[in-house]
């Protein structure tokens, strides 16, 4: 890998790092406010949206100019929010402007991949990519915490620049601070980004043309073969991911019996999963053979499933480690593959997102789901059972369509040589 491809790694750790310490941040300051129990899941919401209502003007954005660029214009819109919520603006409006510059900056960090380097190393690259977000998001969750304990929390407020105040009086606008200083650092990094010397489509002014354009890349990209198996397997790991997440907490309480703070280790235990996925994917799979980890969607289906019997804690997080192997082993690829296919059909930002826009409407649904069946009062291991079967099916009934594509393409081609 040249160095250029380092860099972009270390701007994409620290922005997304920033992006999950600023989280318990937002947390931390609705517990301030006494605002109710369901702002803290609104937070992401607030997040998401951007990328599904934005879909159709972000990717544009991202091929108008250098990718790095476009990083660096969204982590000022990052930074912006940030300050909002320094200056007591809603933790929910300034989180969902942070979003905003997520939902700019996601295309530009993976569109820059794929003009950076060959076809051949997109795999690779996406086990680094996925391996350093997991990582941050480990690390950011666990600094985030740590900086708003008391102890710690006393520490750093004692500490004064000579001869300025900065005005950084609580543990809420220390960590702000903090977070702030995170997203200068991603900043600057973007400013070494390399220039891939890519022509650039200048931005159209008409909404009304980037929405149809939107849309034409969506329909072009759902019916390209290989493109409508990758974005439809990416779309269900990335909403069954996010619904997970929650699953994982209520089921720990239900079965394990172990508090809030205990069950959010074992989420830590299936990011590491993923990362140790990614870093397989990234060393066994090539391009070429992608399609062939489809099968591991259905294992992981099966083994959430098996969640139901399980009562101890050691078995939990073995489970739930295989859990995030399997996923990071399979969606590594499938997302090299889409990146692949959107590169070629339709240029790396529009392909993207078209990705963002289905992965995040899938996640605004599946948990929006899983929301109404907690809320009926349905049981925890009914639901895990629920959620199980539907990775299984949609995940077969991919293979299925892929299997019978590939047969109907494998007939032409015998066709083609008289056989007959």
Same mark, same amino acid.
């Given at each position: 890998m040249k160095l250029g491809f380092y860099i972009i790694m270390a701007a994409q750790f620290f922005s997304a790092l920033a992006d999950n310490v600023l989280l318990i941040a937002a947390i931390y300051l609705l517990h301030n406010l006494e605002a109710p129990a *369901? /702002?803290?899941? &609104?937070l992401k919401t607030s997040f998401t949206l951007s990328y599904v209502l934005l879909a159709a003007f972000v990717g544009a954005f991202a091929d108008s100019m250098p990718k790095w660029r476009v990083m660096f214009i969204s982590n000022g819109i990052k930074i912006l929010g940030c300050s909002l919520m320094f200056f007591d603006v809603h933790p929910l409006f300034a989180y969902a402007i +942070?979003? &905003?510059?997520?939902?700019?900056? $996601?295309?530009?960090? /993976?569109?820059?991949?794929?003009? /950076?380097?060959?076809? =051949?190393?997109?795999? +690779?690259?996406?086990?680094?990519? *996925?391996?350093?977000?997991? &990582?941050?998001?480990? @690390?950011?969750?666990?600094?985030?915490?740590?900086?708003? =304990?008391?102890?710690?929390?006393?520490?750093? @407020?004692?500490?004064?620049?000579? @001869?300025?105040?900065?005005?950084?009086?609580?543990t809420a606008k220390m960590s702000l601070a903090l977070t702030g200083g995170l997203y200068i650092i991603a900043s600057l990094l973007n400013l070494y980004v390399p220039d891939t010397g890519v022509d650039h489509k200048p931005i159209k002014n008409n909404p009304v043309y980037l929405v149809r354009e939107f849309f034409h890349c969506f329909t072009l990209l759902w019916r390209d073969r290989l493109g409508r198996i990758s974005l439809a397997v990416t779309t269900l790991f990335w909403g069954a991911g996010a619904t997970l997440q929650f699953l994982v907490l209520d089921w720990a309480k239900f079965a394990l019996n172990i508090d809030l703070s205990s069950a959010t280790l074992l989420q830590g235990v299936v990011a590491v999963g993923v990362a140790i996925g990614a870093i397989l994917a990234a060393k066994v799979i090539t391009l070429r053979k $992608?399609? =062939?980890?489809?099968?591991?969607?259905?294992? %992981?289906? +099966?083994? +959430? %499933? $098996?969640?139901i019997f399980v009562h101890n804690t050691v078995v939990a997080a073995v489970l739930l480690l295989i859990i995030g192997a399997l996923s990071g082993f399979f969606v590594v690829p499938m997302n090299a593959l889409l990146q692949h296919r959107g590169h070629i059909l339709m240029g790396s930002g529009h392909s993207i997102a078209v990705q963002n826009f289905n992965e995040n409407l899938s996640i605004l649904v599946m948990t929006s789901l899983y929301s109404v069946l907690i809320g009926i009062q349905l049981s925890i291991n009914w639901v895990i059972a629920i959620f199980g079967f539907f990775v299984i099916s949609t995940m077969w009934l991919v293979m299925r369509h892929h299997n019978t594509i590939q047969r109907g393409q494998d007939d032409i081609a015998h066709l083609d040589d008289g056989v007959l």
């Open positions: *369901e /702002y803290t899941p &609104l +942070v979003g &905003l510059g997520a939902a700019a900056y $996601s295309p530009a960090k /993976y569109g820059i991949v794929t003009e /950076y380097l060959p076809h =051949r190393l997109l795999v +690779v690259a996406n086990g680094w990519i *996925e391996g350093l977000t997991v &990582l941050a998001i480990i @690390l950011g969750v666990a600094l985030g915490g740590f900086i708003i =304990r008391p102890d710690i929390a006393q520490h750093l @407020l004692a500490f004064d620049f000579p @001869l300025f105040d900065t005005g950084i009086n609580t $992608s399609v =062939r980890v489809i099968p591991m969607g259905i294992a %992981m289906g +099966v083994i +959430v %499933m $098996s969640m």
